[in-house]
């Protein structure tokens, strides 16, 4: 089990990675994240490990580890196989979810809409994960969880991109306010449909040609 340090060592990356503090190739030296996230330098590798894994970062040999790249390309085929366990996941939590994890979801979806309305698009990103986090939990299928887990770790940069654009927000929360509503209802099918057109605008989102690919998110 991870660490309390370690957790927040790995929770610093991701920030990092997901707003662009940390693009695709950035070098991650254990001395300067020592320095930044106040935690010793063993939580700091084991943190590096962990998104290795997870396929967020990469290691080189003999230059240590940087930000993966992940391309369009790729993001696209990554959504691709999440979309049939997201699928997965949303019907068991129509199936199993409970009156409280149910009053939670409605209030994220508010707190989501709020994000959307004000345009902080960095928090209605993160929210965008937290939503997914607790449908899983709700799902109670941890095979699925994780397999999805390791996958959405890659995408949080191209998430957080398209959060960027004009009107993408919008988009992207009818779709999910569509899924929160099919789940509490306890429609298994309607929160598989729900989420599969949400995932399958994800994807026509990401293949879109953008005006610069290469910039900053």
């Not at 929770?11 to 020592?34: K, N």
């Not at 309305?117 to 960095?122: E, K, M, Q």
């Not at 398209?162 to 509490?184: D, F, I």
């Amino acid at each position: 089990m991870a660490s309390g340090a370690q957790e927040s060592a790995e929770r610093f990356l991701r920030l990092a990675i997901s707003r662009g503090d940390m693009p695709p190739g950035y070098r991650l030296v254990e001395a300067e994240l020592v320095a930044r996230t106040g935690v010793s330098r063993g939580a700091v590798r084991l943190a590096i490990d962990a998104l290795v894994a997870e396929g967020l970062v990469e290691r080189i040999p003999n230059r240590g580890a940087r930000v993966r790249v992940v391309s369009t390309d790729e993001a696209v085929a990554i959504t691709e196989v999440r979309l049939p366990l997201e699928a997965l996941l949303a019907r068991k939590a129509a199936e199993r979810i409970t009156d409280a994890e149910a009053d939670r979801l409605r209030a994220h979806l508010e707190t989501m809409t709020g994000a959307v309305d004000s345009g902080d698009v960095r928090k209605y990103s993160e929210l965008i994960q937290q939503l997914y986090g607790m449908v899983a939990e709700a799902a109670r299928h941890p095979v699925a969880a994780d397999l999805v887990g390791r996958l959405q770790a890659q995408l949080v940069r191209h998430q957080f991109r398209l959060s960027l654009r004009p009107g993408r927000p919008r988009v992207s929360l009818a779709g999910l306010t569509e899924l929160v509503h099919a789940v509490t209802a306890r429609d298994p099918a309607r929160a598989e449909a729900a989420v599969g057109a949400h995932l399958r605008s994800v994807i026509a989102a990401l293949s879109e040609p953008t005006p610069d690919p290469g910039g900053p998110a």
